[in-house]
């Protein structure tokens, strides 16, 4: 993840002059429009004033960053992928629960691999196809039917037994993540095995292992 | 990702709470001095706190006297049920216009009362009393009328203030009320 800047102009300028606006209508007469004018001009000026001794607030913020594949098929899959990745890193942000918590960061984390190296071997994002187009959304949908549950704090049998049934589930998407990335990773893996078998061979040949 | 920063930072909250705080400023600034312009023309009428004088309290007045008159007609023998009635309504009407046209129905009855009492023998004494009663129903009526030509030329103006944009737009949400003008 790379680090971003976001500088956030404050809203203090905007406060104090729908204040001004609030004391000279506590003073004045605010029904004519040549005391509409004069008011608005006043609360140009505070605003101004403001907006010069009221500082901006930057903060450090990280963003989802891959690599364009080159491949416009993959690109389209790793866009939507970071796109659900940032959502489902939003709600890891909200989510109260330790145990949900750390599922879903185990998810991002998986979903941040899997699309990495989609943007590293753009022909593996046909194989991302039903992760990227049905599980991954679907994992976000029941998440944020979750959170809304958890917002609106409402108690009661129904409510706790979908909030454990949607519990579980996160629990076996965990597993789902885990495995997409295995499956997509498997083809690397048996080559890498493939060329370690070769080597080995090869130095058995030459006499240099046994 | 990280959390955006709290509601000082939040530009559109700051926008619409900003339009909120305006279109208030704007009502407080068209109901606090048109309510205290309307009820100082209420005043003129009805009378009230740091008020000397009111039209109401000459047309009490006035009908103290006219009550005078009723007495004194009752004396000798001369009907005067019309004229208490219009009394007794014009101490229960309850806008300034019902005011004024009871008080227009009251010195008509009056004064063809005051035409039978001068033709009925009465005691020197009495003739007096009518005399007096006579002068003070013409000078409260000379009273009552500088007192609503003053009324309304107030809600004349008034009612132009109210009537100009953008007060006509802003008095609908604050409740305030176009004055009466007695014709």
Known sequence: ?210 | MTDRPGILYNRKLGIIIMCVMIFAACLLGTWKPLHKERNEVEALFWGGEHTEYSINEDLEDKAGYAGNMAVLANKYGVDAGELEELIKQLKEAKTPVQKLQKNQALDASAESLIEILVNTDMSEADKKALSSVKTRLESQNDLVKRGVQKYNEAAEAYNKKIGEFPAAIFRIFVGLSAQEVIV
């Open chain 1, 1 to 210: 993840m790379a680090k971003k800047e976001i500088r956030y102009k404050s809203a203090l300028p905007y406060y104090a002059a729908g204040l001004a606006w609030l004391v000279y209508g506590l003073f004045f007469q605010l029904y004519r429009l040549s005391d509409i004018l004069i008011c608005a001009i006043i609360s140009v000026l505070v605003f101004i004033l403001i907006r010069r001794l009221a500082p901006d607030k930057t903060v450090q913020t990280e963003v989802l960053e891959f690599d364009r594949s080159g491949d416009s098929y993959a690109d389209e899959v790793i866009a939507k992928g970071r796109d659900m990745l940032s959502k489902l890193y939003g709600i890891m942000g909200r989510v109260e629960k330790d145990v949900m918590k750390n599922h879903i960061r185990s998810m991002y984390e998986t979903g941040q691999k899997i699309y990495n190296y989609v943007a590293s071997e753009p022909k593996k994002a046909s194989a991302l196809s039903k992760f990227g187009n049905y599980y991954f959304p679907e994992t976000i949908e029941i998440l944020n039917a979750y959170m809304e549950l958890d917002r609106l704090g409402a108690t009661g049998e129904n409510i706790n037994k979908t909030k454990e049934k949607i519990e579980s589930t996160i629990v076996s998407m965990d597993e789902v993540f885990k495995k997409q990335l295995d499956v997509l990773l498997y083809d690397k893996a048996f080559d890498v095995q493939t060329d370690i078998k070769v080597l080995e061979g090869l130095l058995k040949e030459e006499g240099l292992k046994k």
